[in-house]
């Protein structure tokens, strides 16, 4: 299999699929990114052995070295069964994207978006295969949040969506099948009205942004508050989404751009978000 884009999530699927005994190519569109996308690997080589029962025996560390890089998309999909695309949540990104890949991916390669909130129809006549064309959704932090949302459109060949389904299992996740098309799936359905919510507060002046995860922890039992979870995911994303929302959700971006984005914080992969790392919170 191959994925396209090796941010945190990216990475992330291409390590896992590695890690259960996938032959992975991970894309990206240089040789800068391909650079960065090995020292990920490597870190997250060394998170599975502190925290995955038996990735301590040379495992992970095999997974690592093993994932083939490539710049170049067709050289990377030639080979490929299933791509994945991780690509930034843009859809004319994502479009462009399709339209090249669908241009030189073997016919029978399946195609599936890891998009948190876009639905597959919007891509699916870009991919020139709209029967092999699904959404494939991973939560971060995949070696423990485990689940994997699949969602086809009204085109999607129904083998193929029990294939992906088959190799979601495969690789260690939990399939969650979804019977319709949904922007947001299940998690960010939920996941994304209760950051917008917090990021209104922070932006709004009402309280900051520690104190809101406080609250939340305390009077929840919750183990992370929304801003810990924005600096898991990486705040790019959340600003992507928000960017393309209504007049308050464009607050919040520009709130999150002047801040923290424009200052490097991205979140807990660059070192600082709300918080920085690896300091607990």
Do not use: C
């Amino acid at each position: 299999m191959t994925v396209l884009g090796t941010g945190v999530l990216g990475a992330q699927i291409a390590f896992q699929s590695a890690y259960s005994g996938f032959a992975v190519t991970a894309y990206d569109i240089s040789d800068d990114a391909l650079a960065n996308a090995q020292k990920r690997f490597g870190e997250l080589a060394e998170t599975y052995q502190r925290e995955v029962p038996g990735a301590g025996d040379g495992k992970a560390e095999a997974a690592a070295t093993g994932i083939r890089l490539s710049s170049d998309l067709a050289d990377a999909v030639r080979d490929a069964d299933l791509v994945v695309e991780a690509v930034p949540e843009v859809l004319d990104i994502k479009r462009d994207t399709y339209t090249k890949l669908g241009e030189v991916a073997p016919a029978d390669t399946i195609f599936a978006t890891n998009s948190s909130t876009l639905l597959p129809s919007d891509m699916k006549d870009f991919t020139g295969r709209p029967d092999k064309f699904l959404a494939l959704h991973f939560a971060n932090q995949v070696w423990k949040f485990n689940t994997a949302e699949i969602m086809g459109t009204d085109d999607t060949d129904p083998a193929v969506f029990d294939q992906v389904v088959d190799f979601a299992a495969a690789i260690g996740m939990v399939p969650v099948p979804i019977h319709k098309e949904k922007a947001g799936y299940v998690l960010n359905s939920l996941l994304v009205p209760f950051l917008n919510a917090a990021g209104e507060l922070a932006a709004g002046g009402y309280a900051d942004p520690e104190d809101v995860d406080r609250v939340w922890r305390i009077a929840t039992g919750a183990p992370m508050g929304p801003f810990q979870i924005y600096d898991v995911i990486g705040l790019t994303t959340p600003y992507n989404i928000l960017s393309h929302g209504d007049e308050k959700d464009r607050t919040i971006a520009a709130w999150l751009k002047e801040n923290y984005i424009d200052a490097g914080k991205l979140g807990a992969a660059t070192g600082e978000g709300f918080y920085r790392y690896p300091n607990d919170k």
